[in-house]
C-alpha cells in the first residue's frame, strides 16, 4: 500500500461509508460525530465496514483494544488507518 495522506485516508474512510450505506455520506457527517450513530450503522453494516477495511487498508480490523475506540469518530477512524499504514 502506498502512504496516503489522512486527507486521502478520510476520503476513502467517506467513500466506504457511502458504499455501505448506498448513499452520499459526506452532508452527514463531521469529523468528529459518531459516524456509527449519525449513519445508523446496524451490526451487519459494521462487520461489512470492518471487511471493507481490510480490503482497502491492507490490516485485519477489529484485533486490537485501540480498534473499537476508533469507531467512535471518523477523526478517531483515519488517525487510526494513518497510524497502521505508517507502521
Same mark, same amino acid.
Given at each position: 500500500?502506498? $502512504?496516503?495522506?489522512? *486527507?486521502? @485516508?478520510?476520503?476513502?474512510? #467517506?467513500? #466506504? #461509508?457511502? /458504499? @455501505? ?7 452527514? +457527517?463531521?469529523?468528529?460525530?459518531? =459516524?456509527?450513530?449519525? +449513519?445508523?450503522?446496524?451490526? #451487519?453494516?459494521?462487520?461489512? +465496514? $470492518?471487511? %471493507?477495511? /481490510?480490503?482497502? =487498508? /491492507? =490490516?485485519?480490523? /477489529?484485533? *486490537? ?6 469507531? %467512535?469518530?471518523?477523526?478517531? +477512524? ?10
Amino acid at each position: 500500500m502506498s $502512504t496516503r495522506t489522512p *486527507e486521502e @485516508i478520510r476520503e476513502s474512510l #467517506l467513500t #466506504l #461509508l457511502g /458504499g @455501505i450505506k448506498r448513499r452520499d455520506v459526506r452532508a452527514a +457527517l463531521d469529523d468528529d460525530d459518531n =459516524f456509527m450513530r449519525a +449513519l445508523h450503522l446496524d451490526s #451487519l453494516d459494521a462487520v461489512e +465496514l $470492518t471487511v %471493507q477495511l /481490510g480490503a482497502e =487498508f /491492507g =490490516f485485519e480490523f /477489529g484485533t *486490537e483494544d485501540e480498534d473499537l475506540d476508533a469507531l %467512535q469518530s471518523l477523526s478517531a +477512524l483515519t488517525a487510526l488507518v494513518a497510524k497502521r499504514a505508517a507502521a
